[in-house]
């Protein structure tokens, strides 16, 4: 399926592509797309594969013939992908496309946002100068007792610099195995509905328990934590994102895969509050 990632930036626009796209999947993306290109003329893109495993017949052909139909819409085109067919695909898409094309590696998705975004003058001064003030925190949530404790420590930054504050919680596809350790593939659309009820339920318990009367903004999205975290505070201008560690799992480990990568790839400041 598609899912919108939201972008700050006037004429840059991204999706995250998850498990194998359908017809149905194109027939409820591709007009969206339509109307960007409408709106804002020729636009920057950037696809984002998380768990892709592909199309169908009828999906391919989708994919084609709107490519050839519009390939004098995309300014730069971003492909960030996991595997080396997706680099290949990559690669087949640059004939087909007017614009500029280039892949990146999940590890390096902040570059991919970077290209995009074109920074004017790259050049230092000798004096890096003083940090301002925050204007947009994101709060990244597990709803562990330690993404609680980070949550009320946010509260209180976004308070101190009357700044924005958005709570995000990414939804990891679950993938279970049979004797013969071959993946388990439920009714995909079934079990993300059902995934994001339950994620939006606690999302709502969460903000009445800590943030009611105040206003908070909350997103669900799904993917990988580490990079559905990194390209949502990339693409909606945050300055500071809060994490908790020492929680259950998921983004509150530190060390653990998703906090430090965090800490280490975020174009912004990361505060990691401890359970203490």
């Known amino acids: 399926m598609f899912q919108e990632i939201p972008v700050n930036e006037e004429n840059i626009f991204a999706f995250r592509v998850t498990g194998k796209l359908t017809h149905a999947d194109y027939q409820a993306f591709l007009p969206t797309l339509e109307g960007l290109i409408e709106q ?7 696809i984002e594969f998380d768990g892709f495993r592909g199309w169908d017949l009828e999906a391919m052909r989708d994919d084609f013939e709107f490519g050839m139909a519009h390939r004098d819409a995309f300014e730069r085109f971003a492909m960030v992908g ?48 003083d940090p301002g003030p925050f204007h947009h925190i994101l709060m990244a949530t597990d709803f562990s007792v330690g993404a609680e404790r980070a949550a009320r420590r946010a509260m209180e930054l976004a308070g101190c610099y009357s700044a924005r504050l958005t709570f995000l919680q990414v939804v990891e596809d679950l993938v279970f195995y049979d004797e013969a350790y071959d993946p388990i593939i439920p009714d995909r659309l079934e079990l993300d509905e059902q995934m994001q009820d339950i994620a939006k339920q606690r999302m709502a318990k969460l903000l009445q328990e800590i943030a009611a009367g105040t206003k908070v903004r909350s997103e669900v999205q799904f993917g990988m934590p580490r990079h559905a975290i990194l390209s949502y505070s990339v693409a909606q201008d945050v300055d500071l994102i809060v994490v908790g560690r020492h929680g259950h799992g998921g983004i509150s480990r530190l060390p653990g895969s998703t906090a430090s ?7 912004c400041e990361v505060l990691t509050v401890p359970l203490v």
Do not use: C, H
Request: aromatic share 12%; net charge negative.
């Open 40 to 46: 804002q003329g020729r636009i920057s893109l950037l």
């Open 82 to 129: 996991e595997n080396r067919w997706q680099r290949w695909m990559a690669a087949m898409a640059k004939p087909f496309v007017d614009g500029e094309v280039r892949y990146f590696e999940r590890n390096d998705i902040q570059a991919a946002w970077d290209w995009l975004q074109e920074p004017g003058d790259a050049t230092q001064s000798e004096t890096l100068p």
């Open 261 to 267: 990568s965090l800490v280490n790839s975020a174009s």
